[in-house]
């Protein structure tokens, strides 16, 4: 039987329960932040450098003839986030790891290998804000990073193990990168390397002078994590009036050869034009939520459904600016519908995403990047709770300034539901291989749009990453 958790109502980020924190735990996450921040400043460099009796110099460590491997590397970070909106909260406190190294096997044959560690204060057992399912899904993660071998076979580029396949990269959203899962337990906020969760996939790869293709095939898929219901940024479901909802926990494919996923891609580089196309056909990263209703109770169960997806990227450099754009056409991806005889409150759709952006640069050492996108239904049914067309637009500015400082604004607005993303950022690179992040991240609007459902989430952020 399938673990239960009661329901938020819909959109608007209400969390099950409330904080009532005492001034002794206050205490305690106090001093546990600043003890850990003091541990990761002080072991960090040790752990990144050479010591003396080379107990941690994994450098020494002999290999083989014809085996090489370059000296580890990554970064060690503390951030920090405080939710503003009544009521306020801590919603991170997190030290994280992550580290990688890559070498050669012979000759012909390279390696990586990567993990990431990190625990989060913010969801240890006093903070009584978020529920204990919350708790336990977000105080603590390991993930495997990017794992696997590269080597030429039959004439190809291969690729075989836990790989990030990029298909598409636009500002703000995510539209034509099809194949990565994502962590949105903190929904588009964190940066896109860091979100994306690599594939366990087996890529072969062809190259002829200004041509590429590339076949993939990914036998266990990986799905996105969306949280637990009473997070800051669970997608909670459109609930049913008067019903009392419950969430049944993600019911995810049997890890089975008949569940893989597989694509290709090509792309052509002539005359300046670099344009890409591709099929993938795959078990959603995203899930729906099937709803069940038994008398006054609405079961909604998040489940994985086959798509099939025909995409394609285009960029070229008109000189006074970069042109950019992609999009995907989704087959079978089902939606909430309000008709009340549908099979699970859901309807199959097909539907169009697609954004065109242009870059610019700024006087000085800056940029500019406008940008338009929309979702077109192109077979609405009667009842879909989404709008036929979706459109909306971006705007990010990036500006450096003297003494390693870096400024960055980025604004994302819904204009069919007028609601809308804004995320200030200010950089400083106040020592080398140091980097300090500070932040806001604000949702306005409707309350039942894209962003406008997550107003109560609104936070202030810091971090501090030390690089090596």
Known sequence: MLQQFVACPAGNGIHAAQMSASAAFALRQRVGVALTCAAFIWCAPAIAAKDDDGLFDIDKIDLPESTSAKSWVGFVEFGAAYSYDNPAHWSKLRPRLDIGRSGRLGDGVKWKIGARADVDLAYTAGNDFYNADVRRDQRAGF???????????????????????????????????????????????????????????????????????????????????????????????????????????????ARKLRNSNYGLRMNYLWNGWDVSAFYYRSLDVNPVFVRATTGGTDTYTPLHDWIHQWGGTFSKDLGEFLLKGEGVLTYDRRVQVSTPTADGGLARQKMLDYAIGAEFALP???????????????????????????????????????????????????????????????????????????????FGGNRSGFFGRFGNSDRVYTEVRLSF
């Open 143 to 253: 993930m495997l990073r990017e794992n696997y071998l590269d080597f030429r076979a039959f004439g190809l580029d291969m690729r075989v193990g836990r790989q990030h396949v990029v298909w598409g990269e636009m500002v703000g959203l995510f539209f034509a990168d099809a194949v990565s899962a994502r962590d949105m337990r903190e929904f588009f906020l964190p940066e896109f390397d860091q979100m994306r969760i690599p594939q366990w996939a087996v890529r072969s790869e062809y190259f002829n002078g200004n041509f590429h293709a590339e076949l993939l095939w990914v036998p266990y898929p990986s799905f996105d994590k969306f949280g637990r219901p009473g997070a800051d940024f669970f997608p909670m479901p459109n609930l049913v009036p008067g019903q009392q909802p419950v969430i049944n926990e993600e019911v995810k494919p």
């Open 364 to 442: 000085g050492e800056g940029r500019m990047t406008l940008q338009y996108f929309e979702r077109v239904h192109l077979d609405p049914t009667p009842g879909l709770l989404a709008k036929a067309h979706e459109p909306g637009w971006a705007l990010l500015v990036n500006k450096k300034f003297g003494g390693g400082w870096e400024g960055e604004i980025l604004g994302v607005q819904s204009l069919s539901r007028s609601d809308w993303m804004l995320r200030p950022k200010l950089d400083w690179n106040f020592a080398r291989n140091w980097r300090a992040r500070f932040g806001v991240d604000a």
